[in-house]
């Protein structure tokens, strides 16, 4: 029985040697900015003196032409300086194509065909940090490859509602997981010399009313629960831009925000770098100058409509700007603030002599691609180990569902991609089961993916229910692949969706179904929970999410064996709507009222509320089954009590008891038995992925600091530590623990 040492390596180390075998080109003047350098930095110093130089010889109107946009995706340089412009591309998963210049129509390059790597809650279900880092720089070597500078995402706001048209591009509903996955992502992107802009800052969490609902929370929740991955993409993460949102927070719309970006992202977080506006969600050029926005992108747009004749020159930010600037309604002050980011950025990245050159979308690429869709999909039923199927086997097998064969690069809003290769999951099952005779019937078909409307379907319903019936009734086995696609008011920018059921009539398919076959496994493609009526008599559920060019490679891996899933969900799947408790609440905390939004559940989000609610969810947090199966053990603590600057540390064994190599997310749960205030039951500190062979045992340890078991005291507008006894529950999802321990906790 072989046994290894597995001990807390920062995960600040690892990045860093990781960076240094596979970018040796920037350990030079890239090192300047990426490890977030001393002030006595020589290199630092330097750039900021030129910067400086430079600012003294740029004209007033140049200075102002810098903060706002020359095209859909570009703002200007100063030729006669020889400052070069600023390329953005959306990009939270994959490059998007080459959009024209002035309205929202694609250029139709030959040569902007990219890899689609999977969808964030794809990549956050991996539970993976250097698979997380794998996928950042291959993403922004395609970038670079494509001559853009800043690359407009990852996108890290908390899975509040599984109505969010937007959930797909995130991280989940736990800011600590998020805050984990976000900074070795954000480091792989910008070790290639491309910007990585974290996104939507801040309370961003439906799509409905964005452009002006007004979000009312507490600071402790916006603390707690919404402010933390941004914090950590700034502060550990070193990212160089922050995109806006479009709401509002308290009254004030949030891409150009007193509180959130003068008081917190450019004051407490000491942000050095450049505040984006989504597309359109600047709205007044005095709060645009004060309240730190640095880059005004698509007003007037919305993303939808093309712009007037010398419209840029009318943004909040240019001719307006330049007006006020003029009066001295504006100090220059303020202007040169901004500028001075830019050039930062610009030094960072178009201005960089150093940086690479990037990489085409290649082998390499679509091999991280088909790795973080194969770790991150989630198996959550398996009765009779209906899974993995026998590719060596003659069988009949029936695969039933529009998802089979439907695109899921192309709609869902700005993330989009002209992906050069996509694999569809049909074709994926068919190359890794030869021997079965598979037969395919879409069963259900919706319309085109069409943003802002919703499109018939073009077949007949009844028609595509009975061919799929009677493939069912002659198969061996069924495999039903549906779920949502990127269509509006599904997993799609601009709207959310109206239900938790899945669309189409898949429920009442599914039923049918099962009436004519019992052997049924069912694929979920989608990037948000659905309410699941069938899961008792489907023998199998594995979710797949959008997994980009690779997915059906990565969906056959799974299903027949050749990888062994080792998913864990980033969001709790509630068993009806009302049981989330953003819905508990009623209108007032989702949609709004007037406009007006209360988030009532205050720091109860997610696993939160239904550990501290005792509400049994459908499917947990952190939840994932495997064809093997682990034993841990001899779980205990560094020590029993600690202090407020101390790190506990949590050992434990954990052996694979079962026949097949797989990993498992062992997971760190903290929490406050008789707090004297309000707390969750069990909050998330830490998490280690383990993988082992049949048989194998190792000894590892996931270390927390005691600072992170503090909470947010809007008494004083702090962090404070309550003393005391605490409780570490270590498991393997939210609601399930192999061992609680017990430690206390001195003054802070």
């Known amino acids: 029985m072989k046994r290894i040492e597995r001990t807390c390596r920062p995960p600040a180390f690892r990045m860093l040697l990781a960076v240094l075998m596979v970018c040796p080109l920037f350990l030079n003047s890239q090192q300047a900015y990426s490890q977030k350098p001393t002030s006595n930095s020589t290199q630092m110093k330097e750039i900021e003196a030129s910067i400086e130089d430079i600012l003294g010889q740029l004209t007033l109107e140049e200075k102002v032409a810098m903060c706002h946009a020359q095209s859909k995706f570009s703002t200007p340089g100063v030729p006669r300086l020889g400052i070069p412009e600023l390329w953005m591309s959306d990009g939270p998963h994959g490059v998007r194509g080459e959009i024209n210049w002035d309205n929202w129509g694609y250029a139709g390059w030959t040569n902007d065909s990219i890899t689609a790597f999977p969808a964030l809650t794809c990549l956050a279900a991996t539970f993976n940090l250097d698979l997380s880092f794998a996928y950042g720089q291959s993403l922004g070597e395609e970038a670079r490859y494509r001559k853009k500078d800043v690359l407009l995402g990852p996108g890290v706001n908390i899975y509040r509602t599984p109505l969010n048209g937007r959930n797909f591009e995130y991280m989940g509903e736990d800011p600590f997981l998020a805050s984990e996955m976000v900074v070795p992502y954000i480091k792989g992107v910008q070790a290639n010399g491309v910007a990585a802009c974290v996104k939507h800052f801040a309370l961003n969490n439906q799509e409905k009313w964005r452009n002006y609902v007004d979000v009312q929370v507490s600071d402790r929740a916006l603390h707690e629960i919404y402010l933390p991955a941004f914090k950590a993409a700034v502060e550990k993460g070193n990212v160089w ?23 917190i992202l450019k004051g407490d977080w000491a942000f050095d770098g ?12 005095r709060e645009a100058a004060l309240y730190g926005l640095d880059i005004e992108m698509g007003t007037g747009t919305d993303g939808l409509t093309s712009t007037l004749i010398n419209a840029y020159d009318n943004y909040y930010l240019a001719n307006p700007f330049l007006e006020m600037l003029k009066s001295g309604e504006v100090p220059e002050e303020v202007l040169d603030d901004k500028v001075r980011r830019i050039l930062r950025l610009m030094y960072r990245t178009s201005m960089n002599p150093d940086r690479g050159m990037g990489k085409m979308n290649n082998q390499e690429h679509l091999d991280v691609a088909r790795k973080v869709a194969s770790e991150g999909m989630v198996l959550l039923k398996n009765q009779g180990q209906f899974f993995p199927l026998d590719p ?26 002209k992906a050069k290769i996509e694999v569809s999951p049909l074709d994926g099952l068919r190359q890794r089961f030869p021997k079965a005779n598979i037969l395919h019937a879409m069963g259900y078909a919706s319309g085109p993916s069409v943003y802002g409307r919703v499109e018939p379907a073009r077949y007949d319903a009844d028609s595509l229910r009975q061919e799929a019936l009677a493939i069912a009734s002659k198969a061996d086995k069924v495999l039903f692949i549906g779920g949502l696609n990127k269509s509006h008011r599904q997993d799609c920018e601009g709207g959310d969706r109206e239900n938790l059921r899945l669309p189409f009539g898949q429920d009442n398919l599914l039923s049918d179904i099962l009436e004519v076959n019992k052997e049924v496994g069912v694929v979920l493609i989608s990037g948000n929970a659905v309410s699941m009526p069938w899961a008792d008599d489907v023998q199998g559920i594995l979710q797949a999410w959008y997994a980009g060019s690779m997915a059906g490679y990565a969906l056959a891996d799974i299903l027949s064996g050749d990888v062994n899933p080792s998913g864990k969900l980033p969001f709790t799947f509630p068993e009806t709507l009302v049981e989330n408790a953003a819905h508990h609440f009623g209108e007032a905390s989702y949609p709004g009222i007037k406009k007006v939004q209360q988030y009532a559940e205050g720091i109860f989000v997610g696993y939160r509320w239904h550990e501290t609610k005792k509400i049994k969810p459908l499917f947990p947090f952190g939840f994932g089954l495997s064809y093997t199966s682990f034993k841990v053990s001899e779980i205990k603590t560094n020590a029993k009590r600690y202090g407020s600057q101390d790190t506990v540390t949590v050992s434990f064994e954990i052996e694979n008891t079962g026949s097949r190599a797989g990993a498992e997310v062992v997971q760190v749960y903290m929490g406050k038995p008789d707090s004297k205030i309000e707390r969750p039951t069990r909050e998330l500190k830490g998490f280690q992925k383990l ?45 399930h623990t192999y061992h609680t321990l017990e430690i206390e906790v001195g003054q802070d």
């Open 392 to 417: 060596d086997k003659e069988m009949t097998l029936a695969v039933i569902g529009e998802n089979a064969t439907r695109s899921m690069t192309q709609g869902g809003g700005s993330s989009e991609l």
């Open 241 to 263: 831009a922050v995109m806006g949102s479009y709401n509002k927070f308290r009254g004030q719309y949030c891409s150009h925000h007193e509180f959130l970006i003068n008081t």
């Open 691 to 735: 993988d082992l062979k049949p048989g194998e045992s190792q000894s590892a340890e996931i270390c927390t600091p005691i600072s992170s078991f503090r909470y947010f005291n809007e008494d004083f507008s702090g962090w404070q530590l309550e003393p005391g006894v605490y409780r570490l529950y270590v498991g393997n999802a939210s609601d």
């Open 274 to 285: 450049v505040v984006i506006t989504d597309w359109g969600s600047a709205h007044d050029t």
